[in-house]
């Protein structure tokens, strides 16, 4: 065989040969498919995480109001005529458990405490971000059951703090 008629040959069997299926993605198809994903995210995730500090807030308002609507119980229904603290309603049992446990002045993000003292007439309770939630109010409950927001440090009063509808 001469060198002619060889290379024609291997010229024919690459023309004729058949193509052969890739399976697979490409380089761009999958960079494509990540900057897809991270638009995606990039626009999810804050909403997200205001979503879950809301849930936070709301829970923290919630269990504001709990702890005043147990001052009046400890007030009215124990007959002890005055307001209490939080830790002593944490101590006095009524119907066989504690009026407040610690799960009911606990929420991530939020700081329950006494405001002030209380007395026959008045008290004051108050729920303050910590310094890693961003909230820029405080929340504040006396014994009128208004659950107020106060700014974040204070004054927590009826008369500097609006209402919270």
Not at 70 to 86: C, E, P
Not at 135 to 163: F, H, M, N
């Amino acid at each position: 065989m001469n060198i002619l008629t060889q290379i024609s040959n291997t010229q024919n069997l690459k023309l004729h040969a058949p193509l052969r299926r890739q399976f697979g993605f490409t380089l761009v198809e999958l960079m494509l498919v990540c900057a897809i994903i991270a638009v995606i995210a990039a626009i999810a995730i804050p909403s997200l995480i205001a979503s879950r500090r809301a849930g936070y807030e709301n829970t923290a308002k919630q269990k504001l109001a709990a702890v005043g609507q147990q001052q009046t119980a400890f007030r009215t229904l124990l007959r002890k005529g005055r307001y209490s603290t939080i830790a002593e309603l944490q101590t006095t049992i009524a119907g066989g458990s504690a009026l407040l446990t610690s799960a009911d002045v606990t929420v991530t993000g939020w700081t329950f405490s006494d405001e002030g003292s209380s007395t026959t007439t008045t008290f004051g309770e108050k729920a303050v971000p910590t310094t890693d939630n961003p909230a820029a109010y405080s929340l504040y409950i006396s014994e009128d059951q208004t659950l107020r927001r106060c700014a974040r440090s204070g004054p927590w009063t009826k008369t500097d703090c609006p209402s919270q509808q």
